[in-house]
Structures are given as C-alpha cells and as structure tokens.
C-alpha cells in the first residue's frame, strides 16, 4: 500500500475546503426575482412612419460563455474563433412589428411577430425606404448580415462568408436601399489559430512624451501585433440585395467606414502599422482613404499619427483632421475638424478649430467655413443650409450650441451655453430625420419646417421633471447676437411622467411617448394633439410582486455649509413613521464641480417607475432595509482650487448631511447604516470608512484605491502625480488602510478591463486590512469585467451584499474575524 505524504492530506483538505467556498450561491427569493425579470425593450421607428419595431433584448448571459477563450488585444476581447467581441452588449431574441397606419381609437394595431434567422440578433435597423429590417445574427460559428422583407414576409442571408466583426458589429444601407456595405472575413483569417510563442515582452520609451491612462488587455510583443493583424485585417464588401457582390478595395485593418450620400464614393479609415503598445486600438496611427463605389481607390485623405502623443488635457486631440465625415446635406462634400493649437489645449490661442470642408472630384483645397474658440465636439447638418456645432471647454467645465449657415463661411449664432452638469438648463436634443433632398434619400438631418426646428428634452427643474418637446424659431441672417426663444408645443402631464419618444407629425402634432407613472412602468403611447386621442401601443408587464407598495420620495436637505443635496429614499410596503428606524443602504458616486449651484441641482421626477436593477441597492428594500440611492456626493472646486484639493473633507460633509437628515426623519439608527458604491462609488466607499465613524459597514465594487498605480489621472482628476504627489497619497484609501475599522465587503471582476480599476486594486486593499488585523472579505468573480454580467455572478453577488448587510447591519452581532473568499 502507497504511502500519502502528510502534506497530500493537508491539501486534499484545502482544495476541499476551497471547492466547497468557490459554489455560487443564491440570494433569497425577492432578490432572485429581481435578477429573472424581463429587461427593459427596444425600439426602431421605419423611415415612413409606418412601422415601429419592438425588440425584446436577452436576458443575463450564462457564466459558461463568459467562460469562452477570447483573446486580450488592443482593447478588445475577441472571440477568435467568431471573429467577434467575445463581450457583445446588447442581443436581441425578438422583433414585433407594429403597423401604426391601422391605428385607430376602436381597434388595436395590427401586429406581427418576425421569425428570425438565430436565436441572437444585433444592430437591427430599418432600411432607408423603410421596406426591409436587417440586422445580424450571431451563431457558435460566426455572425451574418440578414435582411427581412417587411411585405413579402422572407429573409434573405446576404453574406455566405460570415462577417469579421472584430473591430465591431456594423454595417451601412446605402442611400437608395439596394445594398449594405459591411466588412467580411477575408482568407487570412479563415484560419482561427492564432500564435501562441513564448518570449519576452521588451518596452522602451522616447524622447516624446506619452501621458496616458493605465489602460488593460494593451498590446504587449511582436505576437500579439501578428495575432491583432490575424483576427482584424478583413474585406470591405458591397452586398447588393440583388446578389452581386463588389469587393472595396484590398483586404485591411478597416476601422470605420461612410458612405457619401450619393452612395458613390466611401471614406475609409484604416488602422496604419506599427501599432502602439500603449493606447487602445481606435487611438493607433491612421489612414484616411477614398474610394468610388467601384472598390477603386482613389486618393489617401489623411494619414493621423498615434494618439499615444496626444498632449496631456480633456481637450487635447491628435494632430491632424479628425471628425472626417460626409455632409449629410450634400450629395459629395467632405467635411473635417482641424486644431489650429497642434492639438494641446495648453496652448494659449484665440481659436482652438476649425471646420473645413471639400467637394467632389476632392482635387482642390479645403475651404474653411468657421473657427472656433472652443473644442469642437460635435457637427451636425440640417436643412435649409442649417448647420450646428458643439464645443466643449473642459477647464470651465462648459458647453454651447451655437448655428451657422453651411452654405458659407459664416459666423456662430450662440443657441444656449451652460455647465457641462447643468440639467435645469438643458434644451434636450434636437429632432433630427432621415432627409431627401430633390427626391433623393440623404442621411439625417436637423428637420427644418417653416423656419423652425424642434428639440425636446426632460425639464428637469427644482420641482422635478416634466419633459417637453418645443419649436425653435431659426433665423440665420440676423444679427450674431440675437437671443433664440422657444415655444412648447407639447410637455408632460403633470400626475405622470412623459417622455418624447418619436414625432410622428409636426401639424397636426402626432407623438410616441413613454408613459410611466409611480405605479406603472413605462408604455408606449401614441398620441394624437389635435384630436386628444390615443392609443396604447404596447405595455410593459409589471412582475415584481414583491415590491408592490414600496415608497419612493426625494429627500432635499443642506450641507454644513449650506449647499443643497437630495436622495432618492424607498421604503418598505407598509412601513410607517411610528414603526421606528429601519437598518439603511446607502449607495452613492461622488462627481465633481466647478459651479455650487449647479451641484446641488434635482434630478427626479415622483411620477417615475421604480425599475429595480439587480447591481443597484434598490432591491435590499424587500428585505426591510430603507434605501436612500443616488445620495449627492458633489465635490466642488471653486476660484482656483481643484475640487479634489478638499476631496475627503467634502465627502464626509456630504454622508454626515445624508444621515443627520435621516436620522431626523425618524428613518436611520446611525449604528444601523451602510454605504455602497460601485468603481468610483467604491473608492469613495473606503475613504469614508476610513476617515470617518460615520457607518456600521461599507461595500465597495470594482474599486480603484491606491492612486499611485493610476499616476496620470483619474476620474476628472487632469493632474498626474508628479505635479500633486501629496494629493494621491491623501486621496488613496489604501494608504489609510490602518484606520479602517468597519466591516469592508470588497467585490471585483477578475477581468476587469476599466482603466485604472485593475483588480490587484482590490486584492492589494484586502491583503493590507488582513495584515492590519482589520475586518474585510473579498470576492473575485471569474471571468467577470468592470461590470458583472454572467447570472450566476449577479445572484452571487446580491448573495454576498444580503449575507453582509444582515451580518452586520441588520442585527447587533460581534465582528467575525477578517476572511477571505474567492468566487
């Protein structure tokens, strides 16, 4: 008989002892039932307005697929053997068309179910002339582009070879709906073996500055340039509905594409070797290509060099044009932002951009049409010759609209310019549709009606939301200076809460809304303004019972200093004043401010349902806890101070105003309080338990606590830690691990790939509160990232919160000792 080794029995009884810890775990039945609810639906409205596709998204993914091989490159997480991202966002597994021309008071609207091609689809759209749906559909093998013809009722597969869709799942209807262009597999990746060669991973510096943010799953060695090639590089292809097949050029890493909308030229953008190991994939050195519908290539536009240099600053760019696109007015006109600073927005200037622009046959020299003093954002093209830009000023933390006429160089007509957090302010977006100009389909433009346009947005004000959709009078030939002033043509009820979903018609005014009340979830209505009629078109189900009779209010009070907070505060069904204080979740994410009046603005409407997400504190309402969410934790820099400069005063400022106010209320026993926060939230979980005696127990989700191993920058922190090296080690709560002496629960992703929230983060923060003899538990999530995705790491995760909160909040308990705990 073999004789076992002493130290065999000692580690068949650990690995036993871990076996048993690593089973997922499931939280109790309300909290269960949070996690199996219907997700909320999507909607596509048809060009013609006739038909409004409803999509049911897929529920939360197995952790099996999760569990996938996928590659770590440039940025991405790829399926190799799908030449997909292996993490796709949003899926779909149904579509119910509703004919809006059979709606009528008397009758429900005609509606039909299509029968797709998978199980999983994605990037569903309407063609331009509204007569197909296409979207793709994703298999164990691959993914294809499909098309369903609205009236004969067929699909058609349109790609035999499946799509490469490494570098995203897209593709674009031309103009006039005869085909889609879209990027397929070429043969250099049929094959899906990548390289797998061991050898070192050698980095060296340059004499340029690269400030850049501690990115993940970045490019490491000469393999995975090769492997990152290997699964990118694909075949720019014309798919005609009529079967003809025209290739675009040769095979190559196409990062972006556009077609011109005469739908006889396309700009290519296409990603330029040697790739960087410092930045992601979208921010690697570029080409810019034309080509004619043919697939001939016609000139290269731009070569971009890597973003790796990019100077330091929010509103530093790369050299070069960017924002190359068509002008969605003209049939052939390129239009393109260019930095008159070289980029760096710390050099002093009077004009930071300009907007040029370049008509076919693309052989002379771009005109200017404007210069800005501020960073352009945004460019957007309306009818009438209306143009409009966004710039940005992140220094001031300010934005503004402002018009222009786009058939000349013109100056800006100032619409509106607020703070960047400014809600009460904001004029919402503005309506933009699909255009045709002279009978021809064009892209989408800034709708334009008797001289007026029409923007909507959510009201929001002291008193709450009350949404509004409302025309804007557009006179371009007036003085510069001239003050626009909207009229409201519509806005919410004011026992409901309302949104403008789509304008179906201007005269007589015709609208889908979303209808939500405090007892209902959201619908989609269709409302008619001239005849006071509507119509239900379709009607979110209410499954979560256990929650019926929860209360939800908006709680206002004041800092210490003054400066107006609020939070919203659930209640359990039935709970009354004189029932005594309930055990409190707080959850929270502090944002920073330059403007204190804009900090203590109010986000929140009492008409709005209170959708229950599985990773928010709500939940914990069904298991007798007061929930006060999205508590403000604004961080407030005012004159020349940084609003991080007093970061932990301010947050404890903040907690201590939330619960001296609940307190009040008769709400919170301050023994009985627990704070949360995910990424951000989580590092501000930590600093309050260690800085504060303010809370019985934290829990703290895919945090970043150590700032030195983020030196360049955080959250909207620009200075790196050269320049403030005392404010990082302040500022780190792992440098104050010693005096946190609350029960700490620490989650994370084991593939976390935020910038910054690595999870050595969190398992660096643990191994120091155990060797400080503190109380904490971690739990990694296998194969989870930034946020959790896979059902059974949902379940576990409400699990962990439920176990620790009834642990140490619920009830008066001792404190176990420190454990640790992988999952």
């Known amino acids: 008989m073999s004789r076992i080794p002493v130290f065999m029995f000692a580690l068949i009884a650990f690995c036993s002892h871990i076996s048993k810890a690593d089973e997922y775990q499931v939280p109790s039945q309300a909290l269960q039932d949070v996690v199996n609810q219907n997700k909320k639906v999507s909607t596509r409205l048809s060009g013609n307005n006739q038909w409004l596709a409803v999509l049911s998204p897929k529920s939360h993914i197995e952790i099996q697929t999760l569990a996938k091989a996928e590659l770590k490159l440039a940025g991405l997480r790829l399926s190799p053997e799908q030449l997909l991202p292996s993490r796709i966002k949003s899926q779909y597994i149904s579509i119910e068309l509703i004919d809006l021309t059979t709606v009528s008071p008397s009758k429900p609207p005609k509606k039909r ?3 797709l091609a998978t199980t999983n689809i994605v990037k569903v759209n309407f063609s331009p002339d509204s007569r197909f749906i296409s979207y793709i559909g994703i298999s164990e093998q691959g993914a294809h582009l499909y098309v369903y013809d609205i009236e004969k009722q067929i699909t058609q597969k349109l790609t035999k070879t499946r799509l490469n869709a490494s570098l995203g799942l897209k593709y674009q209807w031309l103009h006039n709906s005869l085909g889609v262009l879209t990027n397929i597999a070429s043969v250099n990746n049929d094959s899906t073996e990548t390289l797998n060669e061991l050898g070192p991973n050698i980095s060296k510096t340059s004499s340029q500055k690269a400030p850049r943010r501690t990115y993940q799953d970045l490019l490491k060695n000469t393999q995975d340039d090769e492997n990152f090639t290997l699964l990118t590089q694909s075949q720019l292809t014309l798919l005609s509905l009529n079967g003809d097949i025209n290739l675009i050029g040769p095979p190559d890493i196409n990062i972006g594409y556009q077609l011109s909308p005469s739908d006889e030229y396309i700009l290519v953008r296409r990603i330029s070797p040697p790739f960087s190991h410092m930045v992601k994939y979208y921010d690697f050195a570029q080409s810019v290509e034309l080509f004619d519908i043919a697939g001939n290539q016609l000139k290269t ?19 070069g044009p960017r924002q190359i696109h068509w002008r969605s007015d003209k049939p052939d006109t390129i239009a393109f932002v260019k930095a008159l600073d070289k980029g760096d927005a710390n050099v002093k200037v009077q004009n930071r951009d300009q907007l ?3 008509s076919a046959p693309f052989n002379g020299e771009a ?28 220094s001031k933390k300010q934005i503004r609209v402002s018009f222009f006429d786009s058939n000349q160089a013109s100056e800006l007509k100032l619409w509106y310019q607020k703070a960047l957090r400014d809600t009460y302010s904001d004029p919402g977006k503005v309506l933009s549709q699909r255009g045709e100009i002279n009978g021809k389909a064009y892209g989408k433009l800034i709708s334009i009606k008797d001289d007026t346009l029409l923007h909507y947005g959510l009201g929001a004000s002291a008193q709450g939301y009350q949404p509004f959709l409302k025309s804007l009078p557009i006179n371009l030939t007036s003085e510069p200076k001239l003050t626009f002033s909207s009229e409201t043509l519509w806005k919410s009820s004011v026992n409901k809460l309302e949104t403008v979903r789509y304008v179906l018609n201007r005269a007589p005014l015709k609208l889908i809304i979303n209808r939500q009340t405090s007892e209902n979830p959201s619908h989609l209505v269709l409302i008619d303004a001239e005849t006071k009629t509507e119509k239900i078109l379709y009607q979110a189900a209410r499954d979560l019972s256990q929650y019926a009779g929860m209360s939800r209010q908006l709680v206002t009070y004041k800092r210490a200093d003054g400066l107006p907070l609020s939070g919203n505060l659930y209640l359990p069904a039935g709970y009354k004043k004189e029932d005594g204080p309930l055990p409190v979740l707080m959850w929270a994410y502090p944002r920073e401010f330059k403007n204190s009046k804009v900090a203590g603005q109010v986000n929140f409407s009492p008409n709005q349902y209170s959708y229950i997400s599985p990773k928010g504190p709500i939940p914990f309402v069904a298991k007798g806890f007061a929930v006060f969410d999205r508590v403000a934790m604004p961080i407030i820099g005012t004159g020349k101070e940084k609003p991080n400069d007093s970061f932990r005063a301010q947050l404890i400022d903040n907690a201590a105003a939330a619960i001296d106010t609940l307190v009040h209320m008769g709400i919170a026993d301050r023994k009985r309080i627990a704070i949360g926060g995910h990424s951000y939230g989580a590092f501000m979980v930590v600093n309050l338990l260690a800085h504060s005696d303010l809370f019985a127990a934290g829990i703290a989700r895919s945090g970043a606590y150590n700032r030195s191993l983020t030196p360049f920058g955080f959250q909207n922190e620009k200075r790196n830690f050269w320049e403030a090296p005392s404010l990082y080690q302040q500022i780190s709560p792992f440098t104050h691990a010693d005096k946190i002496d609350e029960p700490l629960l620490i989650m994370h992703g084991e593939m976390d790939s935020n910038s910054g929230t690595y999870p050595m983060q969190s398992t660096r923060l ?3 509160i155990r060797g400080l003899g503190g109380n904490a538990r971690l739990v990694t999530f296998p194969y989870e990232s930034h946020s959790y995705k896979a059902k059974e790491s949902i379940l576990h995760m409400l699990w962990e919160q439920e176990m620790w909160l009834d642990e140490h909040v619920s009830h008066k308990t001792n404190a176990p000792d420190t454990a640790v705990s992988f999952h």
């Open 356 to 358: 040029l622009q370049i």
């Open 766 to 768: 643990f191994k120091a």
């Open 113 to 115: 179910s299509i029968l």
């Open 367 to 394: 005109k200017g049409l404007l210069k800005t003093p501020w960073r352009i954002k945004k460019v957007q093209w309306g009818e009438k010759a209306l143009g409009m830009i966004t710039e940005k000023n992140s």
């Open 301 to 319: 536009l731009a070569q971009l060099e890597s973003s790796e240099f990019r100077p330091s600053g929010s509103d530093s760019v790369r050299k």
